[in-house]
């Protein structure tokens, strides 16, 4: 079937960590991929997407790129901070988009 | 540019009533949709609507209709409210691409629904 899978959270790190959320999928044929990260009490705002194999998607010193061969998008970055505290969501498709569970991720100071 | 507004921010029913959510999109967008957030369960689709006029079911649509008044306004009913429906409420709006690869969903700040 059409899944995504991230790894559960929540992730704690210190100021300046690195970051790394996993997520991998399962589709037919090659979906868009999209992370999406809400803040406490918002709704969701696009951080990234990539659209075919092989594209990396980067904001705000986010990245991840389109691994079709490991089925994967993981969300990488060099540096966090603490307002980067927030619930990530990877998700793919086309219209009908099918998202991960969501991984909270708490950064302290 | 308000983008995508959803009213009501929260409510609280009781079993056995009957609500309509709306959401109005400013961004001259072809594309609706509604989505609920379970814990551990992320976002689900519930109901969209491709366009003026059209209306399909999601994942999980048993429990609601919807109604896609006009290009802005695409609103979400529950007749008979049960314990199951409290939930986090999204509408999301997209436009169309002819690459559908390129479209991005533009979400709303969320509905908070309690059923008692």
């Known amino acids: 079937g059409n899944s995504v899978t991230q790894m559960e959270g929540p992730v704690t790190l210190s100021e300046e960590a690195f970051l790394t959320i996993n997520c991998t999928y399962t589709a037919t044929g090659y979906p868009s991929l999209f992370w999406y990260v809400q803040y406490p009490g918002e709704g969701l705002q696009l951080l990234l997407k990539?659209?075919?194999?092989?594209d990396k998607g980067s904001n705000k010193g986010f990245e991840a790129t389109y691994r079709k061969e490991t089925t994967s998008f993981h969300l990488e970055k060099g540096s966090v901070q603490v307002s980067d505290s927030a619930v990530y969501f990877c998700?793919?498709?086309?219209?009908?988009?099918?998202f991960g569970t969501g991984t909270r991720l708490l950064v302290s100071p | 540019n308000a983008g995508v507004t959803q009213t009501p921010k929260f409510q609280v029913l009781k079993t056995g009533q009957s609500m309509t959510l709306q959401c109005a999109q400013d961004m001259n967008h072809n594309s609706m949709y509604w989505y609920r957030q379970d814990p551990g369960m992320g976002l689900r689709l519930i109901y969209y609507?491709?366009?003026?006029?059209?209306?399909d079911k999601g994942e999980v649509p048993n429990g609601y209709n919807v109604s896609r008044l006009n290009k802005r306004e695409f609103s979400l009913r529950l007749e008979s409210a049960a314990p199951s429906q409290t939930s986090v409420y999204f509408c999301?709006?997209?436009?169309?691409?002819?690459?559908?690869?390129?479209?991005?969903?533009?979400f709303g700040p969320g509905t908070r629904l309690l059923v008692l």
């Open positions: 609507s491709a366009s003026e006029g059209t209306t």
């Open positions: 990539a659209t075919k194999a092989d």
């Open positions: 998700a793919r498709g086309f219209q009908k988009l099918v």
């Open positions: 999301a709006s997209s436009e169309y691409r002819r690459d559908r690869a390129q479209e991005t969903q533009y």
